[in-house]
Nanobody, 129 residues
């Protein structure tokens, strides 16, 4: 069974930094994408960043580009989201998710969550002004 566990959330002042971690277990896929999504109260889920392991491509939402960085440590089965210059509008529950490529991926979009196969439980990030 694939499990994703997020950690690293917390309360931080605007302008501060946090690093989120997502550790996968029960995971044996070779070709996948792993992404961070977030959902703020009263808002729709938003794709934040994605990493594809086959070619190490990274993707970022416009709202976080230049402030957030996604990295992967395959030895630890962990993906990180380093967040700098945090803003109150970054406040949300952050989720990691995995999409397993299967050869029929024409409609997969890295920052759209509807096709992702596995999800974590989320970690709360709160940025105070």
């Amino acid at each position: 069974e694939v499990q994703l566990v997020e950690s690293g959330g917390g309360l931080v002042q605007a302008g501060g930094s946090l690093r989120l971690s997502c550790t996968a277990s029960g995971f044996t896929f070779d070709d996948y994408a792993i992404a961070w999504f977030r959902r703020a109260p009263g808002k729709e889920r938003e794709g934040v960043s994605c990493f594809t392991n086959a070619d190490s491509s990274t993707y970022y939402a416009d709202s976080v580009r230049g402030r957030f960085t996604i990295t992967s440590d395959n030895a630890k089965n962990t993906v990180y989201l380093q967040m700098h210059m945090l803003k109150p509008e970054d406040t949300a529950v952050y989720y990691c998710a995995i999409y397993v490529f299967n050869g029929d991926d024409y409609d997969f979009r890295p920052l759209r969550g509807d096709k992702y196969n596995y999800w974590g439980q989320g970690t709360q990030v709160t940025v105070s002004s």
